[in-house]
């Protein structure tokens, strides 16, 4: 088996997560996070009229349960859309944490 190419820059690869999408175990984890980031920016910016921009801002926000409050949801729907994504922030950043961790561990043993 061939050995894979290693990144030609390989802090944005890590910074963007990309080790992550390349990882077998994490690439689901990392599909569903960004799924959940996308399909929660169109939302936003469909229900509530945010610019692209501020609904991105506002999905990462909450998931990071953050909330600067800056922005908020005026509408029922989008209330409870934010309750269910400040829920499921705190596991999927738990989630992608634990496969960081998994694979940039310094102490790791490499055969």
């Given at each position: 088996m061939g050995q894979s190419k290693s990144p030609k820059f390989p802090l944005l690869y890590r910074f963007l997560l990309l080790d992550l999408y390349h990882d077998p175990m994490a690439r689901t984890i990392f599909i569903?996070?960004?799924?959940?980031?996308?399909?929660?920016?169109?939302?936003?910016?469909?229900?509530?009229?945010?610019?692209w921009l501020d609904s991105l801002y506002f999905v990462i926000i909450t998931l990071a349960t953050i909330g600067y409050g800056d922005l908020s949801p005026t509408r029922p729907i989008t209330k409870l859309i934010t309750i269910f994504y400040a829920i499921n922030g705190i596991a999927i950043l738990l989630m992608l944490y634990d496969q960081v961790r998994r694979l940039r561990d310094p102490l790791k043993h490499h055969p």
């Open positions: 569903y996070a960004a799924a959940h980031v996308m399909i929660g920016t169109f939302l936003y910016h469909w229900l509530e009229g945010w610019n």
